[in-house]
């Protein structure tokens, strides 16, 4: 702690419930404004470790990337019963480099950590090659994304139909009628399968089975989503 300025945790000693946390590409913030504020933390540190300047000790800076406003305010101090640097703290440096992070925010710290769903057997789930090879080969098939609708107006594999995740069991009825049109359209008596896709792989499981438990046994996943799709398949797909 620098010259008895509080700690993050003084602040705010109960991380904030797994849904208020979002990456900076999932909730709309611009991708320069991480880079902005990385910049003003390294010249932070700088000035701590040279003993330059006036660091932000006890301040806060507020950046207003529409306007380009910079705002300093004063926080409150530090706290005298933090659990890091209280007066009965017994939080050791080799705590700190123990301490599970993840586990105490029930969050990822970074995408590459991202915890990936198993809950399907190897059966219900295709790779994203096996689903090019069966799209090439003319497979008759759905493809049902269940991304959130302004995900998928971004960018979709084409002739994708797209129904949220949060909106899938109010909508059987819709994806019923979906694949009796594929049915129709087709001069082939075997009934046509169901893939279902998402952004990353976690959804598309849950989706797939909450699809078996309803009686759509041909539903498959399609293991990593389009992130994997954009890497293996289609290098100019858009990743987000």
Request: one cysteine or more; a negative charge; aromatic letters at 6%.
């Amino acid at each position: 702690v620098w010259k008895d300025s509080p700690c993050y945790r003084c602040l705010f000693p109960n991380p904030p419930p797994v849904a208020a946390c979002q990456r900076c590409s999932d909730s709309g913030v611009l991708g320069v404004v991480p880079g902005v504020i990385g910049c003003l933390q390294a010249l932070e540190a700088i000035k701590v470790a040279t003993d330059v300047g006036e660091p932000l000790s006890g301040r806060m800076l507020l950046f207003d990337a529409l306007s380009a406003r910079i705002r300093i305010v004063k926080i409150r101090g530090s706290s005298t019963v933090c659990t890091v640097c209280g007066e009965n703290s017994a939080f050791t440096q080799d705590d700190f480099q123990k301490f599970d992070y993840e586990n105490f925010t029930q969050s990822p710290m970074s995408d590459k950590s991202a915890p990936s769903l198993d809950i399907l057997p190897g059966s219900a789930r295709v790779t994203c090659k096996e689903y090019k090879r069966l799209v090439d080969n003319g497979e008759r098939h759905l493809l049902l994304d269940v991304r959130p609708a302004h995900h998928f107006q971004i960018a979709s594999v084409s002739q994708s139909l797209n129904i949220p995740l949060s909106e899938l069991e109010e909508k059987l009825q819709m994806l019923e009628t979906s694949l009796k049109d594929t049915t129709d359209a087709s001069s082939s008596d075997k009934p046509p399968s169901l893939y279902v896709v998402c952004r990353r792989g976690n959804d598309s499981q849950i989706a797939v089975q909450l699809l078996r438990e309803k009686g759509f046994l041909s539903a498959k996943d399609i293991i990593g989503g389009l992130q994997s799709w954009a890497q293996d398949v289609d290098p100019d797909f858009p990743v987000y």
